[in-house]
């Protein structure tokens, strides 16, 4: 059974009465090359096990089933799970969760369903659910080796993006905190059925390890970055001393000149080691 053959996803609409669902954001690839990319880029082997995130209809599911040892899919949608059943019959090492990962116990399902191992994560994700999925497995420190991820292409850049680029900002630094990011491939939205209204991106997150820059405290860290993108016209010193940490405009000027960090630069033009060394300054004058 070809999963990306329009004409084999109109059967299966047809066969279990499945309309798309625009409220979760449903987008089934039909561009076999662009699946085959997309794995190749997840560089599957034969001893990965694989937590998938929305299925579909299990076009990467089944392609993934054939690469490695095991594939557990979490499926939000209760109308997919007998179409699943059905497009997946005898892919033996695919195990379907009918269940919203954001409320699934991750570390959990892992042990139980991995015996520990460590997955790669491969997703075709809804738009509108693509940070909220990744910045769970970040923070919660899931443990997976790769997240490689097909999410719209102005997030794809955001995450990847390097200081002074305007689409440089929070989710940026959070990521690359976190994860090693490349591009793997550009993907233009006629290979979607239905066609979305915007190009897509497959990006590769693949965990560090150890984090790029040593903390003294995390929280501060992460709070000086949203504070200082959370007005992206106001300079650092203004950013800051409006911002969530409550530092008073005298004390702010002093941790940017300790940081050596010119006052009137904005937050766009810190660097991951900038931030760091800024919030460690702060983090030491709070605790004096």
């Known amino acids: ?4 053959s329009p004409q084999t996803i109109k059967h299966i609409m047809d066969k279990f009465g499945f309309r798309f669902s625009k409220s979760l954001g449903q987008n089934f690839l039909i561009d076999e090359n662009m699946v085959d990319k997309i794995l190749d880029g997840a560089t599957l082997t034969e001893n990965d096990v694989v937590l998938e995130i929305g299925p579909g209809i299990g076009v990467m599911t089944q392609a993934m089933s054939q690469r490695v040892k095991k594939v557990v899919s979490v499926e ?8 699943l059943d059905y497009t997946l019959e005898g892919c033996d090492n695919v195990k379907v969760i009918h269940n919203d990962v954001l409320n699934v116990d991750l570390h959990k399902l892992i042990e139980e369903e991995f015996d520990g191992q460590r997955p790669k994560v491969v997703a075709n994700l809804p738009y509108y659910v693509t940070t909220p999925i990744v910045m769970k497995f970040l923070e919660e420190h899931i443990p997976v080796t790769d997240i490689v991820i097909m999410i719209q292409k102005e997030v794809a850049d955001r995450m990847a993006s390097e200081p002074s680029n305007k689409t440089y900002g929070a989710l940026s630094v959070a990521v690359q905190y976190y994860c090693n990011v490349s591009m793997v491939a550009r993907v233009p939205k006629g290979v979607f059925m239905p066609q979305p209204g915007v190009d897509s991106a497959v990006v590769r997150l693949a ?6 820059v040593s903390l003294i405290d995390e929280a501060i860290f992460f709070n000086t970055v949203r504070d200082a993108f959370g007005k992206r016209r106001k300079t650092l010193l203004n950013a800051l001393s409006s911002g969530r940490l409550g530092l008073e405009k005298a004390l702010c000027r002093e941790v940017l000149e300790s940081a050596s960090i010119d006052p009137k630069r904005r937050g766009e033009t810190l660097s991951i080691d900038e931030f760091a060394t800024l919030a460690n300054a702060i983090a030491e004058k709070m605790d004096s």
Do not use: Q, W
């Open 76 to 83: 939000i949608d209760s109308a997919l799970i007998p179409v």
């Open 1 to 4: 059974m070809k999963l990306t």
């Open 207 to 212: 965990i560090r390890d150890e984090k790029p």
